[in-house]
């Protein structure tokens, strides 16, 4: 038995390997199979496969006693692919399913290194343990995890990216032994329609299966796929499987050379349990790849954990890493480059790493800063027991393909290290929504930006175009706001356990570009319905969900996903599963002159059912519980006082929220034309303006003061409108990978009413049919309307400034904003008008002023200047000859004083 090592370093720094495992002579001498040994897994036990493996489905299986074993249970794997009972009413007026197979279809496990395009011959040896147990009670017999052949052993060839499994092989071919004791090609790619017609594997001949040794516990197996030339174009594949004394071949002849072509792995699916004891390659002409690892997934801030404790700064960082380890530590420098290098840098902030039902290899890391982040720029490294790890050693090596959007100025070598920019004014955020993982690929043409692939070429990829955020640097944004549909766990498969939720998560946010934004800024991280593995997430539903059986899926799985989504959102070390998560949260800057709000318009909102006492007797009435019934909520009592309590007391010059997707109702429902609106339309019912009489209150309460701006994502456009009444500014922003963006309602203008007839002046339009409020076409060879928010807000003027632009993801900030405008102005110009001036008013200087009613009741805070004046020079909603009760606070001294208002 030959062996080679593969193992090479590059120039592509720490973590950057040409892997092919290295298996300990011991174990290996046990396998006899052809070729060389590539993975003998004789490593610890660990959830882990190993640096050497990719899958989409990673919690298939698991490193026990020296083998690669099957895992056959796992936290929240009954789940099925379904939307909220609205979904069921908009599409066919069916009930909701609630009575399903919840059978799992098969994972496939990748070799990272291995991409063949010559002939080879790839062997795995195993031992069964178990056969297809009996079924429990509660289960169902005719599920098909119960069906004898459902139970597989296989290897999957031709893999054309590293996620091609859960029945999403479309370019590859898996082969292998089912327990109804056959060998057989499981799958193989079709002929193809259209523009992939006579792509696939309409040549091949041959029989599809055979007959095969049955395996009983504790028998030893291999498995061999051997792929060998069949004249021009064309190849054979042979496949054996063996058992003891008895062995059984499978010939497939005149199959497509493209179809051959490509990754390799190991299958499994069904109830059967079993292990690989090694993996071989006989490689032929083929030589491994350079592929670099990141065993730091990403390490990044939290910047609304940001608060000072005594004389100190601290905030929290959330470490996901891809292996066990036991602590992670966090160093903090004023340098990019410290005296003595990263390890003389005290440790600022140290943490157990955790795996545990909902947390996978994650660190919650509460760093104390070694200053004030209004101060200077900081810089941060990232250790694991007692290594660095903040390089992306992927960077500069083949596991950045063509998807990887992140050019700016990291060196090739991945070798950059955290960064939390100097939080003082202006302040620069960048709004983020909407990133889809999977689909084309915008790439250059000779007939210039193109998207290509699709349909048949499905694939993950990092970023959706080539050179995405290349100019992000030249922006300057010191915080990173991913706001709704931030990871979309369940748009690809709906995860069936902890391993694969985290995958999502990884593969959406944590890619070679996304880690990079996200070690580079402060981030505000504020989920939507899709990131907690199910569309149309929100109401009293979501909690009935969670908590009760049988009402169409499963409440493990969704109890998983919101701890796994409010863990990594908040840094929360322990999450209840059924609980409602009060995640609102306000992160006021140090020189306390900017806040930013982030809110939650979807769990504490009523339910959207217009009908009830449907059955009592009030069925004949239509939408009895309109979707304007005053009694609706948006947000919540709890979460709308603690707003209402934010609006009139922060003293912050200007505030910036999140997480109201669409107060004005702009968007059109699912059903289009003259009913764009729907009572009855899921598509609209997500909306926050769907809950009219909630929208109604947010937004007299928003423009009770000036320089507020509300922006949310969401809804797959970029947009800046201003609300005529009462001037208040809310923008939406996205998608950076998805499509699909809402219609606009009719009568939709630069100028305009929305459909519950408020007044309004939309700014800016970027929509994937249009490119301005007048609803103008784009122009042929623009890029594809992928998009982010740029923002500034500047309240060091004595009349705040407010600047807010939709800009394309290549775009550099010279190129004219996209939408066909932007909003450029001053605090003043916005919230209701005044309705009383205020007197010349002196106090402490650099202090919080706050403005209350004789009685007690909050009007207003603002700031006083370096003088200690006053620049506030009215208020709205307060009648002329009004006594006021204004009081200052420095942090030491406090300052009282009464005026009247004329």
């Not at 790839?122 to 995890?145: C, N, Y």
């Not at 009568?747 to 002046?761: I, T, V």
């Not at 970027?766 to 609803?775: I, Q, R, W």
Request: glycine residues 10%; aromatic residues 8%; proline residues 6%.
């Amino acid at each position: 038995m030959k062996r080679r090592n593969f193992l090479k370093k590059t120039a592509a720094g720490a973590g950057a390997v040409a892997l092919s495992g290295v298996a300990k002579e011991s174990a290996s001498a046990a396998l006899n199979l052809p070729g060389s040994i590539i993975d003998d897994f004789s490593r610890v036990d660990s959830l882990y496969h190993g640096p050497e493996w990719e899958s989409l489905n990673p919690g298939y299986w698991k490193i026990q006693d020296g083998a690669l074993r099957r895992r056959l249970k796992n936290y929240g794997d009954r789940a099925r692919r379904t939307g909220f009972p609205y979904h069921s009413e908009t599409h066919g007026g069916k009930e909701m399913e609630t009575d399903y197979d919840p059978s799992l279809p098969q994972g496939v496990l990748w070799r990272r290194d291995w991409k063949l395009n010559d002939t080879y011959e790839i062997s795995l040896q195993g031992t069964f343990h178990g056969e297809l147990p009996e079924v429990p009670e509660g289960d169902r017999a005719d599920w098909k995890m119960y069906q004898p052949g459902y139970g597989l052993i296989g290897l999957a060839i031709g893999g054309k990216n590293l996620f091609e499994s859960y029945g999403k092989e479309r370019q590859a071919t898996l082969i292998g032994w089912q327990d109804n004791g056959s060998l057989s090609v499981i799958k193989e790619p079709s002929s193809g329609k259209g523009k992939n017609k006579g792509k696939g594997s309409s040549t091949a001949k041959g029989a599809k299966s055979v007959a095969a040794p049955a395996l009983e516990p504790g028998d030893s197996f291999t498995l061999s796929v051997k792929v060998s030339s069949d004249g021009e174009g064309l190849a054979k594949v042979t496949s054996t499987f063996t058992t003891g004394d008895k062995s059984v071949s499978l010939e497939r002849k005149g199959v497509p050379w493209r179809l051959t072509q490509g990754y390799f792995g190991v299958v499994g699916r069904g109830l059967i349990d079993f292990e690989i004891n090694g993996v071989s390659i006989d490689a032929k002409k083929n030589e491994p790849l350079t592929i670099g690892t990141a065993d730091c997934c990403a390490c990044y801030p939290l910047g609304d954990s940001l608060k000072k404790v005594g004389d100190s700064w601290q905030v929290k960082f959330v470490g996901v890493f891809a292996s066990d380890g036991k602590q992670a530590e966090i160093r903090v420098s004023d340098s990019a480059e410290p005296e003595g290098g990263w390890k003389t840098v005290p440790v600022a902030g140290s943490a157990e790493i955790v795996n545990n039902a909902f947390r996978r290899n994650t660190s919650v890391v509460t760093a104390t800063l070694p200053q004030s982040p209004a101060a200077t720029t900081l810089y941060y490294t990232i250790w694991k027991d007692g290594v660095d790890v903040t390089t992306d050693g992927r960077i500069g090596t083949d596991a950045c393909g063509p998807g990887t959007g992140m050019v700016g100025d990291v060196p090739a070598s991945g070798s950059y290290v955290g960064r939390l920019p100097q939080l003082k004014a202006p302040y620069k955020l960048c709004g983020l929504s909407c990133h889809a993982i999977t689909s084309g690929l915008q790439q250059r043409t000779d007939d210039g930006l193109k998207i290509l692939g699709g349909g048949d070429d499905w694939q993950v990829r990092d970023q959706p175009t080539v050179e995405a955020y290349r100019h992000l640097e030249d922006y300057d944004f010191q915080v990173m706001v991913w706001e709704d549909d931030v990871w979309y766990m369940e748009l690809v498969l709906y995860p069936p356990s902890t391993d694969d939720a985290y995958k999502v998560v990884a593969n959406s946010i944590f890619g070679p570009t996304s880690r990079w934004q996200m070690m580079r800024h402060w981030n505000v991280i504020n989920p939507g319905d899709h990131d907690y593995g199910m569309d149309d997430v929100k109401g009293p539903e979501q909690i009935a969900i969670r908590k009760h059986e049988g009402l169409g899926q499963d409440p493990h799985y969704m109890r998983r996903n919101f701890q796994i989504v409010h863990h990594l959102v908040t840094g929360a070390e322990e999450v209840d599963p059924l609980a409602n998560p009060k995640k609102w949260r306000a992160w006021k800057m140090p020189n306390r002159d900017f806040t930013f709000v982030i809110l939650d318009s979807r769990l504490w909102r009523s339910s959207q059912d217009t009908e009830i006492w449907k059955d009592w007797g009030w069925g004949h009435v239509e939408n009895a519980y309109d979707r304007a019934d005053p009694t609706r909520a948006l947000l919540g009592e709890e979460q709308f006082a603690w707003l209402q309590q934010v609006i009139r007391t922060d003293s912050a010059r200007l505030i910036c929220l999140t997480g109201i997707n669409a107060l004005h109702t702009i968007w059109a429902g699912n059903k289009g034309g003259d009913t764009a609106f729907d009572q009855r339309d899921r598509v609209a019912a997500d909306y926050a303006g769907w809950v009219k009489a909630g929208a109604d209150r947010v937004i007299e309460l928003l423009a009770e003061r000036d320089g507020v701006v509300t922006v949310y994502g969401d809804v797959h456009n970029g947009s800046i409108i201003k609300n005529k009444e009462h001037r208040l500014i809310e923008c939406s922003f996205g998608p950076i990978g998805r499509s699909g963006g809402r219609a606009v309602v009719p009568g939709f203008g630069p100028s305009m009413k929305d459909f519950d007839g408020r007044e309004l002046d939309v700014v800016a339009l970027y929509h994937k049919e249009h490119a301005s409020p007048d609803l103008k076409k784009h122009a042929p060879g623009d890029p594809f309307y992928w998009n982010f928010l740029e923002m500034d807000f500047d309240p060091a003027q004595a009349d705040p400034k407010i600047g807010l632009r939709v800009r394309n993801m290549i775009d550099p900030p010279t190129e004219s904003p996209r939408g066909g405008g932007s909003l450029q102005e001053t605090a003043s110009e916005s919230g209701r008008p005044l309705t009383c001036q205020l007197p010349a008013i002196t106090t402490l200087p650099n202090a919080d002023v706050r403005f209350v009613h004789t009685d007690g009741r909050p009007v207003r805070g603002t700031r006083s200047l370096e003088d200690g004046s006053v620049p506030l020079k009215g208020l709205p909603d307060i009648k002329p000859g009004t006594r006021l009760i204004v009081t200052a606070f420095d942090g030491e001294k406090s300052d009282s004083q009464t005026v009247v208002v004329s």
